[in-house]
């Protein structure tokens, strides 16, 4: 094919610059999106799209969902309103004194990983860290004292003896002498 006056003084002018003819961009029509911010402005703008995380959640079996609602019509079919006003819920949660580590709220800039390691990048953590268990009770009157146990891991024995022994003293604090004890299960 022929090619333009125009073309030959652009080939020149890059050989003289660069000592080649190295296209750096491909001829033709340009791409629609090129970038990941174009994406996301198209989904944004265009689309009315937003970026969610997804959400930690138990999976319930078929079976779960119906001792659930079986659960839930016996709670209606026994128990007034003002009986259920009188529960008192309890659970209890155990937590790393080493902490929880989130990758996705700390960065350490650098030029390479190399460098990034120099600079504390790397988070150690221990196998078997050291835990405390927290109990807490919540009930229509409003919450508990938290209480925490730092003898390590809880057993029933121990649980009857640490837990069961402070539950009532939160309870007749919270809702007086008359009250139903509910833990989590």
């Known amino acids: 094919g022929i090619v333009s006056l125009q073309t030959i003084k652009l080939w020149i002018k890059m050989i003289k610059d660069t000592g080649s003819i190295n296209l750096s961009y491909s001829s033709g029509r340009p791409r629609t999106v090129r970038t990941k911010e174009g994406a996301q402005r198209i989904l944004r703008e265009d689309l009315g799209c937003f970026p969610y995380k997804k959400i930690k959640q138990p999976k319930l079996t078929d079976l779960h969902k119906m001792k659930r609602a079986k659960f839930a019509n016996w709670v209606l079919?026994?128990?007034?309103?003002?009986?259920?006003?009188?529960?008192?819920?309890?659970?209890e949660k155990y937590f790393d004194l080493d902490g929880v580590y989130n990758v996705q709220n700390d960065r350490v800039w650098a030029v390479s990983r190399e460098e990034a390691d120099g600079q504390c990048a790397i988070h150690q953590k221990i196998k078997f860290p050291t835990k405390v268990m927290v109990w807490f009770g919540v009930c229509s009157e409003g919450l508990t004292t938290p209480m925490i146990f730092e003898d390590g891991t809880m057993d029933a024995e121990m649980y009857i003896k640490e837990v069961l022994s402070v539950a009532p003293k939160c309870g007749n604090n919270t809702l007086g002498n008359h009250w139903t004890y509910q833990q989590d299960g």
């Open 77 to 91: 079919n026994h128990y007034t309103k003002e009986d259920t006003e009188k529960w008192l819920f309890t659970g």
